[in-house]
């Protein structure tokens, strides 16, 4: 078979899509595609046959006639390949259902056990169930679900579906998911029962900081489910009459944990027969008064995505249990165990430890404490079902018995398809480089986070800006991106800006646009247009992508200079005091006028992807005037950039911001002395952190790069390795050298943003870049350095894996390159000549001598004395 993973959109499973047309998208096992052929086949066997011409493989248009709500067809493709007399095989067939596209296909009205209720703490969750009857033999029966607040479903007893903490979180005013659900299997002839539980979530739950805010998008939690059956009666809707009751779930909320009494379990509630005399009519809310768009979900689920055993800590002399899981995860502890009825067992979470006790202070107000009590002696399973935690130790107390084997850790994420790899021999740096892997996982629960733990856990705009570009390496991270971006874009036009996190909840924050944050609607789109090759979602964006950039320039009053009112600047800059993490050495105007050329030039970029030729002039005009201004107001004719920091002459050479090569080298080398001035110890904050290194290396100073990169004193990037981290924290020093947690009041272990660096290592020390959109062209150049004696970079692009492997023993190197069909790599060796070459499809290797920087005895050594090793040589050269 010549055709591979044939899908739909960016969906693993196109069951319920929401377009009429959606695009198809497959690999090729070998060759180069000239033409293909796609065929369609509905339910009544009719057969639609497309023959296009064209090499292109991803994202092509829906050939056939447009899919109506429920249509379902068979969709398979062949290709013709250059040099082949006639079409290959069928790829295997991919079934394509369409979900509820018109608004007038949903007939049935929103159902809530409670339409408002008190917040003086956590509510309890409920249960609605509904009895219907099918007639005989069940040809399809579809649900198609949703819910104010957050849900999970049983049919008859059985879990039709793992997701959980559905339907997510979105921005609800405007855009409420749904998924369609298959639960033909669950059904049988005769008398079926669904049944619901139902919590507050983020709907209508306790959410932000400062307090938090309760019933942020409504007072009450509601269903919204519409079951479809095709059986001996025909296609209908049934209708469903719901009654309700409190569950077991006694209190729930997603900071404050979850308290469940078996005692008031119903035994069998889901199931048909069940006496639900004592329960109440759930009441109707007609769906007119809800306002929010229903759109069928293009991500993937919520899913549990890995089991973890914790370790023992300690057991104390009343059995308390304090456990390690060795991992700083997004997700919640399952027990086994049997105990009297009404024993409580408590289950307390924390990052990390303090004086060998649970470090709970930067929860703030998120106690996250679990509790169950046991309704008789058997032995039972449990874990919470509307809450998840972000932590590493857990101390489980009321069970003096408990053994560690009966405990996990389910890790609880978004569940994404992993794309992407990075390895080398130095065990800090690859430890570094999976702690970003992980707080990318803790932090992609439905939507992109800041942290798992605190009562926060906010979709913050500047975080996901500057981790885009590794977000979408690691991980096909389109579907929680577009549908995020969905939020950004409906908010913003509500607002009339880019809200400095999404959705926006108004807990005391400014809502005043700020640069780098609110630049997320220009770079997020772009970065995933180029790394999956989708101009669908610049299209999509494109209006929100513009109207960021002129209200930006709006505010500058048509100069390109942004010199007033809310800026966060250089965030978290390592001088910043622990309260003032906003106190920055670098200019924040300088910062915010650097970003608004940026993001005029993507704008620009995109214009012309998308044909938009009177856009494409207008933000050219909008970019050449930022970077006059910029150039104007804070570059000296010498190169010497305003602050005089790392972060604002880093900023201005990765942003091309400067007139001639002659500035940008003494931009490059007052930027390594500044760097060599710090210790080669971190000096920047959210802003110039991603692009430090790179600035470093593209003026000529890798080495520098790669000691800035390599120090194990705070702040560095392995500071926190050293210290036993396994995720990416929010401040260099959230754990201090003594072992006592950050005093400042942001104290998370687990923020991506400061891991953005990882996309420097996928491309300059593993040396994988794309240059065209999807990888359909890359550039294979690594440039060792650091002391290193191999790295590899691994990404499984749409195409097929990429990789770039080196390996160096002395002055000599290899390069082994994997290319797949449909991709083309210029390969540049880093030795004397760089020798370049372009290859194709295939495995290709590479052995030439190869002198770094730092060992060329014309450059001037920068030696690192934190290293212990280069410390013992600079005594023996007499340096030291």
Not at 242 to 259: P, Q
Not at 268 to 292: C, Q
Not at 544 to 560: K, N, R, Y
Request: charged residues 25%.
């Amino acid at each position: 078979m010549n055709i591979l993973d044939l899908r739909v959109e960016h969906l693993a499973d196109p069951l319920g899509v929401g377009t009429a047309a959606p695009r198809l998208s497959w690999r090729l096992a070998g060759g180069t595609q000239i033409a293909y052929e796609a065929e369609a086949v509905d339910r009544d066997g009719r057969t639609e046959l497309v023959r296009v011409d064209s090499d292109d493989v991803l994202f092509r248009p829906w050939p056939f006639a447009r899919l109506r709500s429920r249509d379902a067809v068979r969709v398979r493709v062949r290709a013709l390949v250059e040099g082949e007399p006639d079409f290959g095989p069928w790829s295997e067939p991919l079934r394509v259902e369409a979900g509820l596209l018109d608004p007038a296909d949903w007939q049935v009205d929103w159902v809530s056990p409670s339409t408002a209720a008190p917040h003086d703490g956590p509510r309890p969750a409920h249960l609605l169930r509904a009895e219907f009857t099918v007639a005989g033999d069940i040809r399809s029966a579809r649900l198609y679900a949703t819910a104010h607040g957050v849900y999970d479903l049983e049919v008859n007893g059985q879990a039709p579906t793992d997701e959980l903490l559905a339907p997510g979180w979105s921005s609800y005013r405007h855009r409420l998911r749904y998924r369609t659900l298959d639960v033909t299997p669950q059904m049988v002839a005769g008398r079926n029962t669904i049944g619901v539980h139902l919590a507050d979530g983020w709907y209508r739950g306790r959410i932000g900081f400062n307090g938090g805010l309760w019933d942020e998008y409504g007072t009450d939690v509601a269903v919204l489910m519409q079951l479809e059956i095709h059986d001996e009666s025909g296609r209908r809707v049934v209708p469903l009459e719901w009654r309700t009751a409190e569950s077991a779930v006694i209190a729930t909320g997603l900071y404050e944990g979850e308290r469940h009494d078996a005692r008031r379990e119903s035994t069998g509630w889901s199931t048909v027969g069940f006496d639900d005399t004592d329960w109440r009519d759930a009441t109707r809310i007609p769906r007119a008064e809800f306002g929010a768009t229903l759109e069928a979900a293009g991500g993937p689920p919520v899913r549990v995505v890995e089991i973890l055993r914790p370790s023992l800590v300690s057991r104390s002399a009343d059995g308390t249990l304090l456990l390690d899981v060795g991992q700083n995860i997004a997700g919640k502890v399952r027990i086994t165990a049997a105990a009297e009825a009404g024993t409580t067992v408590r289950i307390r979470h924390a990052e990390v430890l303090e004086d060998g006790a649970l470090a709970t202070r930067p929860l703030r107000t998120a106690t996250s404490v679990d509790e169950y009590t046991f309704a008789d002696g058997e032995r039972v399973t449990w874990t919470p079902r509307f809450t998840i935690h972000g932590f590493r130790y857990v101390e489980i107390s009321g069970l003096p018995e408990l053994a560690v084997d009966d405990v996990e850790a389910l890790v609880v994420h978004s569940d994404m398809r992993r794309t992407g790899w990075f390895e080398t021999d130095h065990p800090l740096l690859d430890r570094f480089h999976e702690n970003v892997v992980w707080s990318m996982r803790d932090n992609f629960v439905d939507l992109p986070t800041d942290c798992p733990q605190r009562d926060e856990r906010l979709g913050w705009t500047g975080d996901i800006q500057v981790f885009a570009p590794t977000a979408s390496y690691l991980y096909d991270a389109s579907g929680v991106l577009g549908s995020w971006l969905r939020d950004l874009a409906a908010e913003q036009a509500e607002f009339g800006s880019v809200p400095n996190f999404v959705p926006w909840i108004d807990c005391g924050f400014p809502s005043d646009p700020a640069a780098v944050w609110g630049d997320a609607a220009v770079i997020v789109p772009w970065t995933l247009y180029r790394r999956t090759g989708d101009v669908g979602v610049l299209r999509d964006q494109f209006e929100s992508m513009g109207a960021w950039v002129d209200q930006v320039f709006a505010l500058t009053d048509g100069t390109g200079h942004w010199n007033r009112g809310f800026q966060l600047g250089d965030w978290l800059d390592p001088a910043a005091p622990p309260e003032r993490p906003g106190d920055s050495k670098t200019d924040p105007y300088l910062v915010a006028t650097a970003y608004l050329a940026h993001s005029a030039r993507l704008v620009r970029e995109a214009s012309a992807v998308l044909g938009e030729r009177a856009a494409e002039a207008r933000f050219a005009t909008i970019h050449d005037a930022a970077v006059t201004a910029f150039r104007r107001h804070y570059v000296a004719p010498s190169g010497r950039i305003v602050s005089d920091t790392v972060t604002a002459t880093a900023i201005a050479i990765a942003f091309d911001l400067l007139e001639d090569d002659s500035q940008r080298a003494a931009a490059g080398a007052r930027l390594a002395e500044l760097v060599s001035a710090g210790d080669y110890l971190i000096q920047t904050g959210f802003t110039g952190t991603p692009i430090v290194c790179d600035a470093l290396a593209a003026t000529g100073h890798l080495d520098d790069a790669y000691h800035l990169l390599m120090q194990t004193e705070a702040p560095s990037w392995l500071y926190a390795v050293t210290m036993g981290a396994t995720t990416v924290w929010e401040r260099w020093d959230s754990l201090l050298p003594d072992g006592s947690v950050n005093p400042g009041e942001m104290t998370s272990f687990n923020h991506y943003a400061l891991g953005a660096v990882a996309d420097f290592l996928h491309r300059v020390v593993g040396g994988l870049e794309p240059i065209e959109p999807g990888y359909r062209r890359v550039r294979i150049a690594p440039r060792p350095g650091g002391g290193l004696t191999r790295a590899s970079a691994r990404h499984d692009s749409a195409f097929g894996t990429i990789s770039s492997a080196w390996r160096r023993d002395g002055e000599r190197m290899s390069l082994s390159v994997v290319v797949p069909p449909g991709v083309t790599a210029d390969v540049v060796l880093p030795d004397a000549l760089g020798t370049a070459a372009t290859v194709g499809e295939g495995t290709h290797e590479f052995a030439f001598e190869h002198r770094s920087a730092a060992e060329d005895p014309a450059r001037p050594r920068r030696w690192n004395i934190h290293n212990p090793e280069e410390r013992l040589q600079m005594i023996e050269a007499g340096v030291l």
